[in-house]
């Protein structure tokens, strides 16, 4: 009986753990494609807020940053009713609360900085760049622990030491902003990657 017992409590946890494994594979592969329009978005926005800013001298554009989510989002919708609907488990919620936790920090760092520097100082919020991409770097390489695949872990480490990297060989000015370009390639290519690899 005792036997019987410890060998169910055994396939419970092998059914369990291949549930979670199941999940984490499709969740990776329907990432895939979000990693390639954020990568996308990313990149345009930084390349347009760097002309922008480089051609004014001004660093207020970067409020367009704000406007990046009104347009991915809408994308999200869409491509999103094409999906299966992926299991609402551990590994989803653990996800989804590592993204929105990075956007509550990088929104917050980045209105306190626009604040403090228009309020004190004329120069741009210098400092947060290399923060803010070290921040994406970190989720993305925590969510590459959480779903098991190296190819997300190393994206995030390239993106955020290679963009702290970066920032401290560029001007601080407007090219800081090719640092997010940087980001969201490798982003990009971390979701072709993805992809490919789950097809």
């Known amino acids: 009986?005792?036997?019987?017992?410890?060998?169910?409590?055994?396939?419970?946890?092998?059914?369990?753990?291949e549930t979670l494994n199941r999940?984490?594979?499709?969740?990776?592969?329907?990432?895939?494609?979000?990693?390639?329009?954020?990568?996308i978005l990313m990149t345009v926005?930084?390349?347009?807020?760097?002309y922008f800013w480089k051609i004014s001298g001004k660093a207020q554009w970067n409020?367009?940053?704000?406007?990046?989510?009104?347009?991915?989002?809408?994308?999200?919708?869409h491509m999103s009713k094409k999906d299966e609907k992926l299991p609402s488990n551990l590994v989803t919620k653990i996800?989804?609360?590592?993204?929105?936790?990075?956007g509550i920090f990088a929104c917050s760092m980045a209105t306190v900085c626009m604040v403090i520097a228009s309020t004190f100082t004329e120069t741009?919020?210098?400092?947060?760049?290399?923060?803010?991409?070290?921040?994406?770097?970190?989720?993305?390489?925590?969510?590459?622990?959480?779903l098991k695949n190296w190819f997300i872990i190393i994206g995030g480490w390239i993106i955020g030491i290679g963009?702290?990297?970066i920032y401290y060989l560029s001007d601080v000015n407007a090219e800081q902003m090719l640092i997010f370009a940087f980001a969201g390639i490798i982003l990009a290519l971390t979701g072709v990657i993805v992809k490919r690899q789950n097809i």
Do not use: H
């Open 63 to 77: 409020i367009l940053w704000f406007a990046m989510p009104l347009v991915g989002y809408p994308f999200v919708y």
């Open 124 to 146: 741009s919020s210098m400092g947060v760049t290399p923060a803010l991409v070290l921040l994406f770097g970190i989720a993305e390489s925590i969510s590459g622990i959480v």
């Open 45 to 50: 926005f930084s390349l347009v807020i760097c």
């Open 23 to 39: 999940s984490r594979k499709e969740i990776t592969r329907v990432n895939g494609k979000y990693f390639i329009l954020w990568g």
């Open 1 to 17: 009986m005792e036997q019987n017992n410890e060998l169910s409590a055994r396939q419970s946890l092998d059914l369990i753990t």
């Open 163 to 165: 963009g702290v990297i």
């Open 95 to 102: 996800i989804k609360g590592i993204w929105t936790l990075y």
